[in-house]
């Protein structure tokens, strides 16, 4: 079964509902030849719910994430279902697992998606996969606590990381915009960080 069809499965099939059926079974066993038959037997006869719709393609999207041959195509495959994250996110919890650029993407699926906290991510900061440093960098969002490591993520050979450390940067940001607001101060909030003012970049690191 191509990815595409899972994707797609996934797309235009996911509502809630936690129906069970033997197309459930067939999905997560990769029976799709069976699988196929049978929700082509029960559109016709009306009996496919929407529930079991869905629980259907939570199975396929499952099996097409675990089911990746190399770190390329487990990678994809995690991209290509992130717009679904929510309703997949013990999948993708289950992913996480594997400590490999899919399993980093996973993270990121949950973090966007509010299944993960910045204080559970951080940890990975250090990693020596640039993919997991990466996820650790969104979680450097304290204002003093973080700052040095945000400094070091500012200027760390990797793109990804320094993409994702901007991300927390300007969610720091925006969470003193919205302090501030709620408080109604006008002066005296901690100025944003610039990276001209970070230190490290002024010595001239890259």
Request: glycine share 8%; aromatic share 2%.
């Amino acid at each position: 079964m191509s990815r595409a069809w899972g994707v797609v499965a996934v797309v235009v099939g996911l509502a809630s509902g936690c129906a069970s059926s033997s197309a459930v079974r067939a999905a997560r066993t990769g029976d799709f030849a069976s699988l196929k038959r049978q929700i082509d037997a029960r559109s016709r006869q009306g009996k496919l719910t929407n529930g079991e719709a869905a629980d259907i393609a939570r199975a396929v999207a499952g099996r097409e994430i675990a089911s990746a041959r190399s770190p390329a195509d487990a990678s994809a495959r995690v991209r290509d279902v992130r717009a679904c994250a929510r309703e997949l996110d013990s999948e993708l919890a289950a992913r996480m697992d594997t400590h490999d650029e899919a399993g980093a993407e996973a993270a990121l699926a949950r973090l966007d998606m509010g299944k993960l906290d910045a204080g559970s991510v951080r940890k990975w900061v250090n990693e020596r996969d640039d993919a997991w440093r990466a996820v650790g960098a969104r979680g450097l969002v304290r204002t003093d606590d973080d700052r040095v490591a945000r400094q070091r993520a500012l200027v760390d050979p990797s793109p990804r990381v320094r993409r994702a450390v901007d991300t927390a940067r300007l969610a720091l940001d925006g969470s003193r915009e919205a302090a501030a607001g709620s408080s109604g101060a006008t002066s005296g909030a901690a100025p944003a960080e610039r990276p001209e003012d970070d230190p490290i970049r002024l010595r001239g690191a890259r």
